[in-house]
């Protein structure tokens, strides 16, 4: 069964970044020390337009934007602004007039998505958005049985398994979770060995035992199996002493790849941002362990004095995405940044992604996090989004109804409401589009064993696919 501590809604607060394009201390900023070159809506005045970026060739080619602004340059008229303004501030009003770029290329151009009443059309296909599980109470991932039986998550403590005859079956004696914030009920994972172990792996928020205040909290991992709609047979496969634990209700992460013998997870920072860099935490990390819960002797840092043993990468935020390339067997992560700066990262043995002292994203309330965007020993993102588009679940499709899209990284945006398509090819991005808009926020996405595409949708709450439409 499962318990439900003080459910707190922070969406509003914490993954809305879009919803605060032009607001906060950026935007004042803005009005303060550009608005009279620039003019209110970016588009006019002495300065000229920002949002034309032919306008504005030099900065970012023959000087970055915050030597731009410090020095300032007598040929364009652009007044030297390093006595008012640190660098920190500079960022993000940089990453604010991205923002509004953005906002007025969306406003102005046409739409993301082709759509013509029921029927999408992207990426050379045409395909139906079909409700398969509805009336769900958030549910945050999904995993497909060998049968083709799906299991479902519900952040507040459910599991449910869909398929013949079980139409949202409810799993009865499953973990009690700390369903607080975004914690809850999150990941779940089939064993690559399945048929012949029957192991199910869930990941989700709970305290400590003992512990003396019960909101607080971290990820923890265990195993079970299901027989007669019962879970059974559990084992604890990762947890983290109570000194680890914290009341902040975000950033779990919580995602699962089983690789080899292995099993790689992530766990967001917490809310504590600093703890990224440190390896004696276990927050703000990529970990691996053994898929019984062992500790490989090998990881990065397990020989390291002081370090976390199970680290695999750190500096990392929120890995609300995690997937392994069906050929290549590398392994990618979504990592959900502030406002601005998600990122789409390669997952590689100890490198260091940098969060919180490099990002392309500043803090929601647009006040600057950092104005460094890289920094030696410190890793590039394969691919950012500033604005974010809260960026989620991720899964390279395997299925065989949209060919041309086989082994491409798809993409959930919570925020933005939008399903990208993403074509890689090892550490370099080929191309990308949108390919779904405004279904809901996409909480996770999988390839299905009938080839479809299947969604995790929050609001409405349900579980849908993509069915292509036969021309």
């Known amino acids: 069964m499962y318990k439900t501590t003080l459910v707190l ?3 509003p607060l914490l993954l809305n970044a879009q919803n605060r394009i032009g607001t906060g201390a950026a935007a004042a900023l803005y009005k303060q020390y550009c608005m009279s070159c620039h003019g209110e809506d970016l588009k006019a005045g ?25 020095q300032g ?4 008229g652009m007044p030297a602004f390093g006595e008012g303004l640190t660098d920190p501030e500079i960022r993000s009003l940089e990453i604010y007039i991205d923002e509004m770029r953005q906002k007025a290329s969306r406003a102005e151009g046409a739409p993301l998505v082709q759509q013509d009443e029921d029927i999408y059309t992207a990426g050379g296909y045409q395909f139906t958005v079909e409700t398969v599980v509805e009336d769900l109470n958030i549910p945050w991932s999904i995993a ?8 479902i998550t519900e952040r507040a403590g459910a599991l449910r398994i869909w398929g013949d005859g079980k139409v949202g079956q409810l799993i009865q004696g499953t973990p009690e979770v700390v369903a607080r914030g975004q914690g809850g009920l999150l990941e779940v994972g089939v064993h690559s060995d399945f048929a012949a172990n029957g192991w199910i792996y869930l990941g989700y928020s709970a305290s400590a035992p003992g512990a003396s205040d019960p909101n607080a909290s971290t990820t923890k991992i265990v195993r079970g199996r299901i027989a007669n709609g019962v879970w059974r047979d559990e084992e604890v496969i990762f947890e983290v002493p109570s000194e680890f634990h914290r009341t902040a209700g975000v950033h779990f992460g919580t995602r699962f790849v089983f690789q080899d013998g292995y099993l790689y997870f992530s766990i967001g920072d917490r809310g504590a941002q600093d703890s990224a860099q440190d390896l004696s935490s276990p927050n703000g990390k990529i970990h691996r362990i053994y898929d019984d819960g062992r500790v490989p002797r090998d990881n990065p840092f397990a020989q390291k004095t002081g370090a976390y043993p199970t680290i695999w990468t750190y500096g990392n935020r929120n890995a609300q995405g995690l997937d392994a390339h069906p050929e290549t067997g590398l392994i990618y992560e979504s990592e959900h940044g502030p406002r601005g700066g998600d990122e789409i990262n390669l997952i590689r043995k100890g490198v260091n992604y940098g969060w919180p002292v490099i990002t392309y994203g500043m803090n929601y309330s647009g006040t600057p996090i950092t104005d460094k965007t890289e920094a030696p020993g410190m890793e590039q993102p394969l691919h950012y989004w500033t604005p974010s588009i809260a960026v989620c679940g991720i899964d390279f499709y395997e299925g065989d109804a949209f060919p041309s899209w086989k082994n491409n990284l798809l993409v959930g945006g919570l925020a933005s409401q939008e399903l990208h398509r993403l074509e890689i090819e090892g550490e370099r991005l080929v191309s990308h589009e949108i390919i779904l808009k405004d279904e809901g926020r996409i909480r996770d996405v999988a390839s299905g064993p009938d080839g479809l595409i299947y969604l995790v949708l929050n609001g409405p709450d349900r579980i849908a696919r993509l069915v292509p439409v036969q021309p």
Do not use: H, M, N, Q
């Not at 002495?46 to 410090?70: N, Q």
């Not at 340059?73 to 364009?76: F, G, L, M, N, V």
């Not at 497909?144 to 299991?151: I, M, S």
């Open 9 to 11: 809604s922070l969406l």
């Open 46 to 70: 002495l300065g000229g337009s920002l949002l034309d970026t032919d306008s504005w060739k030099r900065v970012g080619k023959d000087v970055s934007f915050i030597e731009y602004v410090k």
């Open 73 to 76: 340059d007598a040929e364009t």
């Open 144 to 151: 497909f049985l060998p049968a083709g039986d799906l299991l």
